[in-house]
């Protein structure tokens, strides 16, 4: 049984920080890719940022360096840490996993397949 579970979403103001936390099962941390992914309101889901087993990160065009994604594996946690939020920055955010090792440059431009495993989410709002 394999699962993610997010937390840390919340309410801040612009210019704030976050830290998201995604607890997931141990056999994920062995192969495969994580990423985050956002959807806002009547917007389509985009990639946030996503990391290879060998630790190869990329991040969405619109992040532009205020986000930053890392994993423990010893903990099995990923996190985004995400700096100078900004309203446009409000969404659900979602961690996932596949255990196929796609190119995370690829995942975040949208031109992998879908992830086979989903969290439930976490609410970011930023105002």
């Known amino acids: 049984h394999v699962q993610l579970v997010e937390s840390g979403g919340g309410s801040v103001q612009a210019g704030g920080s976050l830290k998201l936390s995604c607890a997931f099962t141990?056999?994920?941390?062995?192969?495969?890719?994580m990423g985050w992914f956002r959807q806002g309101a009547d917007k389509e889901r985009e990639g946030v940022a996503a990391?290879?087993?060998?630790?190869?990160?990329h991040y969405g065009y619109s992040i532009e360096g205020r986000f930053a994604i890392s994993r423990d594996s010893a903990a099995n946690t990923l996190y985004l840490q995400m700096n100078n939020l900004e309203p446009g920055d409000t969404a659900m955010y979602y961690c996932?996993?596949?255990?196929?090792?796609?190119?995370?440059?690829?995942?975040?431009?949208?031109?992998?397949?879908?992830?086979?495993?989903w969290g439930q989410g976490t609410q970011v709002t930023v105002s």
């Open positions: 996932a996993h596949d255990y196929e090792a796609y190119d995370s440059q690829a995942v975040v431009l949208g031109l992998s397949p879908q992830f086979a495993y």
């Open positions: 990391i290879e087993m060998d630790g190869t990160l």
């Open positions: 141990r056999s994920m941390s062995i192969s495969g890719c």
